[in-house]
């Protein structure tokens, strides 16, 4: 079977190594990733810019863009062959609850997603790559199993032809702990964040005013069945995703509101 394989931390970082060695045991791999790290470009697409894909000495191809460029370029064109699975990470920390809609990794997968791939996306909790060898072993089985349920065999543990929407998007988060200390998978929903903390003022060296995105806040719903809460016990939180952002609840209000203004 064929993986393609991205993330957003740049094709140099050793979570994208450490996933690539996890993985190829299981699946001919080929690896298109970041030139550089592009962190929270969510599913942002090149249209005003030429991109461009070379290799890298370590073998990975990289592009001058965005993790959703490296994606949609793979499948529009620079690939011969149409991937089975697509994989992004291992991110350098949680893509958790509100993390996900501006999260590159998450990105690259949906990217595969929306050609009608399926597609899961790695992280570790904390920065700093601390237990990523365990973290890859990890990934490296629940995608064992994710190939294997594409390919039919019913011993496969996790997901199911027969029982979820084709294709499936997968938001996987891995504590950073030692192989043993890792608890199961288990599946969730996205938890929220507070917002993000202030905005970083600082004094150019040409004594204009710079900002810098202050950090994420901490978790506001970390809750029994998020994504937060199994983290903290250890455990591997596996969310399936989708697209569609419509708020169904609120179509009937909305439709009374707008033919009431339409009057």
């Not at 609850?97 to 996306?121: C, K, N, Q, R, W």
Request: with cysteine.
């Amino acid at each position: 079977m064929n993986i393609l394989l991205s993330n957003d931390d740049g094709y140099l970082a050793p979570g994208l190594k450490a996933l690539y060695e996890a993985i190829k045991p299981h699946a001919h791999v080929v690896v298109i990733a970041p030139e550089h790290n592009n962190s929270a470009k969510s599913n942002s697409l090149t249209l005003n810019a030429p991109l461009y894909v070379h290799e890298g000495s370590n073998g990975f191809h990289f592009v001058n863009g965005t993790p959703a460029d490296c994606v949609h370029i793979a499948l529009t064109g620079y690939l011969d062959w149409r991937p089975d699975l697509v994989v992004s990470g291992i991110n350098n920390g949680a893509n958790m609850g509100d993390d996900t809609i501006y999260s590159g990794t998450v990105g690259a997968a949906m990217e595969g997603y929306l050609f009608g791939i399926p597609a899961v996306a790695f992280s570790q909790v904390e920065k700093g790559w601390a237990h990523l060898d365990a973290a890859a072993e990890k990934a490296g089985e629940l995608v064992a199993q994710l190939l294997a349920t594409l390919g039919g065999d019913p011993v496969a543990s996790v997901a199911t032809p027969a029982t979820c929407e084709f294709p499936w998007l997968l938001n996987v988060n891995i504590p950073n702990r030692a192989f043993d200390q890792i608890g199961n998978y288990e599946v969730t929903r996205l938890g929220r964040r507070h917002a993000a903390q202030a905005v970083i003022q600082q004094p150019s060296p040409r004594g204009e005013t710079m900002y810098w995105i202050g950090q994420a806040g901490e978790a506001r719903d970390a809750a029994p069945g998020t994504d937060f809460h199994a983290t903290s016990q250890g455990n591997v939180a596996v969310t399936p995703l989708h697209v569609d952002l419509t708020h169904y609840n609120d179509l009937d209000a909305w439709r009374a509101r707008v033919q009431q203004t339409g009057n």
